[in-house]
């Protein structure tokens, strides 16, 4: 079974860019869905973005024009550029397989802390 590993997260000031990466310990040619989620201090974790293997990108309302999901299939990785941090993007982040009926893997990380100046 794939596992996945994520870093890249760290302390930002707002406006700031990060770039999360997300390692796999196998090949996830043929995981059609991967998707990165957040969980805020005091709140649920929820799903930010999403792509298939033929690279079509889904994003939430709260990612749509500052988060940008990629993957590389040879290098076994699937990444999350973010930009224009905000205050309220302060969440561990992680990220995880979708099954074709939505949901996640049963399996968490621990994740990766981004963390920007409020």
């Known amino acids: 079974q794939v596992q996945l590993r994520e870093s890249g997260g760290g302390l930002v000031q707002p406006g700031g860019s990060l770039r999360l990466s997300c390692a796999a310990s196998?090949?996830?040619?043929?995981?059609?869905?991967l998707g990165w989620y957040r969980q805020p201090p005091g709140k649920e974790r929820e799903l930010l973005a999403r792509i298939t293997n033929d690279g079509t990108t889904t994003y939430t309302d709260s990612a749509k024009g500052r988060f940008t999901i990629s993957r590389d299939n040879a290098k076994n990785t699937v990444s999350l550029q973010m930009n224009n941090l905000k205050p309220e993007d302060t969440a561990v982040y992680y990220c995880?397989?979708?099954?074709?009926?939505?949901?996640?893997?049963?399996?968490w990380g621990q994740g990766t802390q981004v963390t920007v100046f409020s």
């Open positions: 995880n397989y979708i099954a074709p009926l939505g949901a996640p893997g049963g399996f």
């Open positions: 196998g090949s996830i040619f043929s995981i059609n869905t």
